[in-house]
């Protein structure tokens, strides 16, 4: 059974850690593409921030993702995990914040057959400039379990990126959302360090 619920992290993990190119590994930083930075991590020479505090545990990318994820275990409940992550492509195509999160949430953890609520959607200011923070829940059915979803879509250059967090619980076992904390401590510390290719064109 535990290893069934390690498999389950995993795959989770996959499925969040972005719209899409990054495939989970042990939790071990690529050397290559990270470099520390005082308390600050910088990726690729691309973006800095400070990563949350152990036990969050980073998760390795292959050197040429633009995203980062972090997963914390936990023993309260199984299954028990929280998981942040920032991705440079999140689900979705339009630049609208409202439609990209309803194009988000129809392909967000799909292969783990969770059923998302509509979300609650608050305005917002990150990275400079103008965001959207969509909470919602979603649950499995068939094995009981249910997720705690918040993202917060923000803009590089007219792009949309979004920071992810979601705490997994059994249906029965109540969220403890103090790990949400540390998910506004990351992007309250995220900084871009030069222009995307994007904003070169």
């Known amino acids: 059974m535990k290893c069934r619920w390690i498999h389950?992290?995993?795959?989770?993990?996959?499925?969040?850690?972005?719209?899409?190119?990054?495939?989970?590994?042990?939790?071990?930083?690529?050397?290559?593409?990270?470099?520390?930075?005082?308390?600050?991590?910088?990726?690729?020479?691309?973006?800095?921030?400070?990563p949350p505090p152990a036990p969050w545990q980073l998760i390795d990318l292959n050197e040429d993702d633009y995203s980062v994820a972090y997963m914390k275990l936990c023993r309260e409940s199984s299954p028990c995990q929280s998981t942040l992550a920032y991705a440079e492509e999140p689900f979705g195509y339009s630049l609208d914040f409202v439609e990209r999160q309803e194009e988000f949430f129809r392909r967000f953890?799909?292969?783990?057959?969770?059923?998302?609520?509509?979300?609650?959607?608050?305005?917002?200011?990150?990275?400079?400039?103008?965001g959207l923070i969509a909470i919602t829940e979603g649950v499995e059915p068939v094995l009981g379990h249910k997720v705690h979803a918040k993202v917060v879509f923000a803009r590089r250059g007219e792009r949309v990126v979004g920071f992810y967090f979601t705490q997994w619980r059994s249906a029965?076992?109540?969220?403890?959302?103090?790990?949400?904390?540390?998910?506004?401590?990351?992007?309250e510390s995220f900084r871009y360090l030069r222009p995307s290719f994007y904003e070169l064109l």
Do not use: M
């Open 8 to 50: 389950l992290g995993w795959l989770v993990l996959a499925l969040l850690v972005l719209g899409g190119c990054a495939l989970p590994a042990p939790p071990a930083p690529h050397q290559s593409a990270l470099r520390a930075d005082g308390e600050a991590l910088v990726w690729q020479d691309e973006f800095r921030f400070v």
């Open 109 to 130: 953890l799909w292969a783990s057959r969770v059923v998302f609520a509509p979300a609650r959607l608050e305005k917002t200011e990150v990275l400079g400039g103008e």
């Open 172 to 187: 029965e076992a109540a969220y403890d959302l103090r790990d949400e904390q540390d998910f506004l401590n990351f992007i």
